[in-house]
């Protein structure tokens, strides 16, 4: 169920990405600020004893899904895996 969520979620970001006229540079820009919010939580899981794992996995779904997906995954380790 999980894996079909993500397949919906991936299609419809590549929509919005297609739509912007500029694929690439809405893409890239969606990338480093996902990745970017990524590192951000990462150095701030120092001091909050919230953190993601810095993964290949966890840095893809960040690049695609942007803040977004990072907020996703801090969800996801803080009431899922917890």
């Not at 297609?18 to 951000?40: D, E, I, N, P, R």
């Not at 701030?44 to 690049?63: H, K, T, W």
């Amino acid at each position: 169920m999980l894996y079909v969520l993500g397949a919906v979620f991936a299609i419809i970001a590549l929509f919005i990405f297609k739509k912007s006229g500029s694929f690439f540079k809405a893409f890239f820009t969606s990338a480093l600020g996902g990745v970017s919010a990524l590192c951000a939580v990462s150095a701030v899981s120092y001091f909050v004893p919230v953190s993601v794992g810095l993964n290949l996995y966890s840095i893809a779904f960040s690049a695609f899904f942007s803040v977004p997906g990072v907020v996703l995954l801090l969800l996801s380790e803080t009431f899922i895996f917890q």
